[in-house]
């Protein structure tokens, strides 16, 4: 049985975007305008994805516009980007991405001149967030999708749309996370593998479906590499008290990054983690409905504390730093990774020297 229109766009446009060396390959429903340069396409029904690929190199034109491909529609190479910075014309896909930390990387890396698909199971929040960057930086930057990390379908769902508007994809930063902090004396089965599911088994098929994409664009240009960044946590060096099924996902997590290192470079992936300290400005930890400090007022797990400011002080106390973990913090970490051509595997502590690596 020959392979589906889907399937073929997931080959066809990653496999162009190396052939071409740029950005963007848009892909869509219909024939090329009659002032493009095209090719047309035709694949044999049974043909692999490796025969695919073969006939494209043969036939593409490098400097052409357009590639019809027969029964599935045209694909596009764009102008030229003219941003600037340092993530300059790349494609980004951010998971967790309306609120938090992922808003906010989405937020700087289209700053630095990237294109960046916000995803998050929180649809209109992600739609609204892309919306409110192209108002800033221009039509085009950003797209919001929805997702659910712990949805193999809706991860390929969202995948392809990234790869009909852009071709493929260069970063892959896993953010999407949940917590559920409790004493293992207690703590429902069913808390613990929801955090499991979104936090661990969510980065594994997140990296399942964007692996493949990005092996084919370094399949046609063996010179390009591309990376994958899980957010994970301090809590993934260090146990966590009362919080064992999320320190747990991410000790899991950092497991996964190094074994997919391993296996991936052939492919020029580079995975690597980042271990934050306490974003105490996000609405994880601020937000006053429900927001960790509230909880934790509330529930008197600091002695002594009468207000948020008192909690707030008593987490800062325990950095040696004297403070939470920004964004910005993390910015610098995920632009080392990516620029760092000799480095793949690592878990990389942002913690102002909270936690130490041996
Ligand atoms: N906040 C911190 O102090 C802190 C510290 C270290 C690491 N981290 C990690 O950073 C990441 C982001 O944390 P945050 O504080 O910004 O969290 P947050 O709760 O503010 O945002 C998380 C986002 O993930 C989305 N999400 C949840 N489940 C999802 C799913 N199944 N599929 C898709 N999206 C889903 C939510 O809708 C939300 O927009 C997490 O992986 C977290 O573990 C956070």
């Not at 192209?134 to 659910?148: E, K, N, S, W």
């Not at 004396?185 to 979104?198: G, H």
């Not at 809590?235 to 497991?255: E, H, I, T």
Request: proline letters at 3%; glycine letters at 10%; one cysteine or more.
């Amino acid at each position: 049985m020959g392979l589906s229109k889907d399937d073929v766009i997931r080959i066809v446009g990653p496999a162009l975007r190396g052939i071409y060396r740029c950005t963007q390959v848009c892909y869509r429903d219909e024939p090329p305008g009659a002032e493009r340069r095209s090719v047309q396409v035709r694949f044999g029904s049974d043909a692999s994805a490796e025969e695919m690929v073969t006939q494209l190199q043969q036939q593409v034109d490098t400097d052409g516009d357009d590639v019809l491909v027969h029964e599935v529609g045209t694909f596009s190479r764009l102008p030229v980007d003219t941003a600037t910075g340092r993530v300059a014309g790349k494609v980004a896909v951010v998971t967790g991405a309306a609120q938090g930390f992922g808003l906010e990387i989405a937020q700087h890396l289209v700053a630095e001149g990237a294109y960046v698909v916000l995803v998050d199971i929180n649809e209109a929040g992600a739609v609204e967030a892309a919306a409110e960057i192209c108002g800033r930086h221009g039509a085009g930057r950003a797209l919001g999708l929805p997702i659910d990390v712990t949805d193999a379908d809706s991860i390929e769902a969202a995948i392809l749309e990234v790869v009909k508007a852009f071709g493929g994809l260069d970063l892959f930063v896993s953010n999407a996370g949940v917590i559920k902090a409790e004493s293992v004396k207690t703590q429902a089965l069913k808390d613990f593998e929801f955090v499991t599911a979104v936090n661990y088994t969510g980065y594994f098929q997140c990296v399942q479906a964007v692996a493949s994409i990005l092996a084919r664009q370094h399949q046609t240009d063996p010179t390009y590499t591309s990376d994958i960044i899980q957010i994970n946590s301090k809590s993934g060096l260090q146990g966590s008290n009362r919080n064992g099924a999320y320190a747990g996902s991410k000790f899991g997590g950092v497991g996964l990054t190094q074994s997919f290192a391993m296996e991936l470079i052939e492919d020029g992936i580079k995975v690597n983690a980042i271990c934050p300290g306490n974003f105490f400005d996000g609405p994880l930890w601020s937000n006053p409905e429900n927001g960790l400090f509230v909880q934790y007022l509330r529930t008197a797990k600091i002695p002594g504390a009468k207000t948020i400011e008192d909690v707030k002080h008593a987490y800062e106390a325990k950095v040696p730093m004297g403070r939470g973990c920004t964004t910005a913090d993390v910015m610098k970490a995920i632009y080392y990774l990516v620029e760092q051509q000799y480095e793949t595997g690592q878990a990389l502590p942002v913690t102002g020297g909270q936690v130490m690596l041996n």
